[in-house]
Nanobody
Framework: QVQLVESGGGLVQPGGSLRLSCAAS????????MSWYRQAPGKERELVAG????????IYGDSVKGRFTISRDNTKNTVYLQMNSLKPEDTAVYYC?????????WGQGTQVTVSS
């Protein structure tokens, strides 16, 4: 059974940091590219960051470049999103996604709220 379980979300003040984790099981994690998406109320889901199966060539959405860092540990079947200098506009539900060829899987999401 494929599972992607996000954790690490919560309430943080502007300028603060959070680290999201996504633990994978039920598939060969090391063969899948991983990415983080987010969706704010009333907005479309958008790509935040992505990383290849080997951990090379990370990509970032324009709004998070220089503030967020994606990484993965294939020994732990986990992908991370380090979020620094958080802004109120980063408030959203954050989802992780695994993708390989025609196959993709999504987690259930974790809420991140940036507010004073």
């Amino acid at each position: 059974q494929v599972q992607l379980v996000e954790s690490g979300g919560g309430l943080v003040q502007p300028g603060g940091s959070l680290r999201l984790s996504c633990a994978a099981s039920g598939f060969t994690f090391s063969r899948y590219a991983m990415s983080w998406y987010r969706q704010a109320p009333g907005k479309e889901r958008e790509l935040v960051a992505g990383i290849t199966s080997t951990g090379s060539r990370p990509i970032y959405g324009d709004s998070v470049k220089g503030r967020f860092t994606i990484s993965r540990d294939n020994t732990k079947n986990t992908v991370y999103l380090q979020m620094n200098s958080l802004k109120p506009e980063d408030t959203a539900v954050y989802y992780c996604k695994a993708a390989m060829n025609r196959y993709d899987y999504w987690g259930q999401g974790t809420q991140v709220t940036v507010s004073s």
